[in-house]
């Protein structure tokens, strides 16, 4: 009979470092006290709910404080038979890398919430289900940088996307039930490809934990390459898709015109956060002995991905309904390709730390300000609708609102005085020319100058006259921004012009390492 005793049974119980999971672990509670004070908060006093919502959030990025400053602190580890530690083995792992997009993600969400305090009153969206949803959203959107093994990644992304499925529902014009369904079809169709990925990669590799996967590939019996090269091609299929690279793209401008505006601002950058530190932590550590195959994939597949973005928002009428949803839906996807630049660099550079600090300065910087846009677009279509053409003539009938919606639309041209959009894309810009990828520089170039005509064509929609009606009716109209609308607008065109004035605040980030 085979015994089951250890020699020493204390090794087989790990200590958690409760600092270390904070950030997402208090989103996590703030989620669960939501759902429980719902059911017994009288119907008059829920609206209390988002303030609690918000807190738990603002709370969730406080937790990041105690973290900055340090060496990274690991937990869920393995251990070896002398008892210590080694964060190759490790589960979680709060280091730079999963510090600069928690904030990222949190932050995101943060604003998200305060763009939803007036959304969920006007259209009448259940308060507890809203709130306890994009809490548990946020809280898979934070966990994922930190997650350093398959198994929590793919966790992490569930927790992340389905409760998004569910917002975009709540939407209860009709079109929030078929945007859902096709965010959902496509989503479950690229997990259930990454899943057998994983399991392919698995079997080759023989560990989950990223670090043993890149050693495991690395030394794979011959009869094995093509299992684990045609692995990690299907893993990284989920994360291209939270990203919305092309093909994956799809589902992009008819998920945001159908979901609630604030659901759709927080897709297009706490969504594409959680996706792109996936994509990247899979690349640059799990699949590193095939960078330079994984290198040209995603240089082709983001010279790909912004030029369709591109013409996508070029091919956008302004005078149809939630034409500005949807340009800023395909002005997305062309930033997803600039994300991508970065990461295709890492797989030529000797390491991926400054490649990798590109993406993620240019996404905290594309976080603040297309927050910001869907902030102004929320506060226009209030009183007129969300076509561009809504827009026209903005600044005479209220002109601080025009003015952060065009500082916000140079800053994603890269256009002064938005300098720090310009100082970001010059960061992946320059990823991309010492990686030696010149043609995708170029690519680039060619995007940057094509965005400018409908970036700039929507500003000039700021400044053109407006209609003597609509300013008389803009005039006799509350002009008061509901206190949610106000905070969002003033903390995201704040942030932009601090980072415009001190670009070194964030840029920072892409001179250092992240692991």
Partial sequence: MTSLAVANPGSLIQSVDWVAIAPPLIAAVAALAVLVT????????????????????ALA????????????????CLRNVAGATDTTGCSYVADHFALVFQLLALGGALIAALLSMH???????????????????????ALLPASRDLATMVIALEVASLPAFALVALRRDGRGAEAAFKFFVSSVTATAVMLLGIGFVYAASGSLHLGPVAQGLEHAPAQLKALAEAGAVLTLVGFAFKVAAVPFHFWVPDTYTGAPLPVAGYLSVVGKAAGLSGLALATTVAFRPYAHTWGLVLAVLAAVTMTVGNVGALRQRFDTRYSAVRLLAWSSVGQAGYLLVPLAAAGYAPT??????????YALIYGVVNLGAFGVVAAVGRRAGTSVDDFRGLFARNRWTALALAFFLLCLAGLPPGVIGLFGKVVVFRAAVDAGLGWLAVVMAVNVVVALYYYLLWTARLFAPADASAVAAEDGA??????????????????????????????????????
């Avoid at 959304?119 to 959107?141: I, M, N």
């Avoid at 509350?478 to 605040?505: C, D, F, I, K």
């Fill in 38 to 57: 719902d059911l017994f908060l009288p119907e008059r006093h829920k609206r209390w709910l988002g303030r609690l919502a918000a807190a738990g959030l």
């Fill in 61 to 76: 990025l406080l937790a990041l404080l105690p973290l900055t400053g340090g060496s990274p602190r690991a937990t869920f």
């Fill in 119 to 141: 959304t969920v009153e006007d259209q009448k969206l259940p308060r507890g289900e809203y709130w306890f949803l994009l809490l548990s959203s946020a809280t898979g959107a």
């Fill in 352 to 361: 991926g730390a400054d490649p990798l600090g590109a993406t993620a300065a």
């Fill in 478 to 515: 509350e002009r008061r921004l509901p206190v949610g609308l106000t905070a969002t607008l003033g903390l995201t065109a704040s942030a932009a012009v601090v980072l415009s004035v001190a670009p070194q605040l964030v840029l920072q980030v892409a001179g250092g390492s992240l692991f």
